[in-house]
Antibody, heavy 120, light 109 residues
Framework: EVQLVESGGGLVKPGGSLRLSCAASGFTFSSYSMNWVRQAPGKGLEWVSSISVTSSYISYADSVKGRFTVSRDNAKNSLFLQLNSLRAEDTAVYYC?????????????WGQGTLVTVSS | EIVLTQSPGTLSLSPGERATLSCRAS???????LAWYQQKPGQAPRLLIYGASSRATGIPDRFSGSGSGTDFTLTISRLEPEDFAVYYC??????????FGQGTKLEIK
């Protein structure tokens, strides 16, 4: 079964840091670009970051550029998102999402999400 | 930045009826890069349609997508009880790399 499982969310104070992980299984992780998408409570979806197969191409939304860092470990079938200088507006469920095969235009497989709450 | 505007914000229909959801882009986008997702409460989004009109794996044929340029439509031909959810359109290719519409809530009348 193709599966993505996020972890690492929690409550953090403004200015703090957190590292999210996404464990992939059921497919060849090293063959797919991966993404992070977030959803603030009661709000819509917002793309956060993308990373290519070999990590040679990385992109961020302007809202997180300079504060968040995406990375991956193909040997461990894992995707990561380092969140620094967190703000209240970063409070959201963070989803990892896999592209369609050889097509980075859509998010075909999603994890269940991990909640990040930034509050003092 | 391309902005996607979905309408209506909320659509109230009964099972068995036809649903038509709209997604309008602030500038022309390639139909190859327009997708639709369904999200139910407490769940992750699910890909329904990619390339404006191609159904994703396992999606019933009552779901169809159409459109080009700036105007795109998701149609559900005959609503089933499990179809009541929030629907998002999404585009790829312009800065930011991906953008989503604000969503249409499809509720039971």
């Amino acid at each position: 079964e193709v599966q993505l499982v996020e972890s690492g969310g929690g409550l953090v104070k403004p200015g703090g840091s957190l590292r999210l992980s996404c464990a992939a299984s059921g497919f060849t992780f090293s063959s797919y670009s991966m993404n992070w998408v977030r959803q603030a409570p009661g709000k819509g979806l917002e793309w956060v970051s993308s990373i290519s197969v070999t990590s040679s191409y990385i992109s961020y939304a302007d809202s997180v550029k300079g504060r968040f860092t995406v990375s991956r470990d193909n040997a461990k079938n894992s995707l990561f998102l380092q969140l620094n200088s967190l703000r209240a507006e970063d409070t959201a469920v963070y989803y990892c999402a896999r592209e369609r095969w050889r097509s980075s235009d859509t998010f075909e497989i999603w994890g269940q999400g991990t909640l990040v709450t930034v509050s003092s | 930045e391309i902005v996607l505007t979905q309408s209506p914000g909320t659509l109230s229909l009964s099972p068995g009826e036809r649903a038509t959801l709209s997604c309008r882009a602030s500038q022309s986008i390639s139909s190859s890069y327009l997708a639709w997702y369904q999200q139910k409460p407490g769940q992750a989004p699910r890909l329904l349609i990619y390339g404006a009109s191609s159904r994703a794996t396992g999606i019933p044929d009552r779901f169809s997508g159409s459109g080009s340029g700036t105007d795109f439509t998701l149609t559900i031909s005959r609503l089933e009880p499990e179809d009541f959810a929030v629907y998002y359109c999404q585009q790829y290719g312009s800065s930011p790399l991906y953008t989503f519409g604000q969503g249409t809530k499809l509720e039971i009348k």
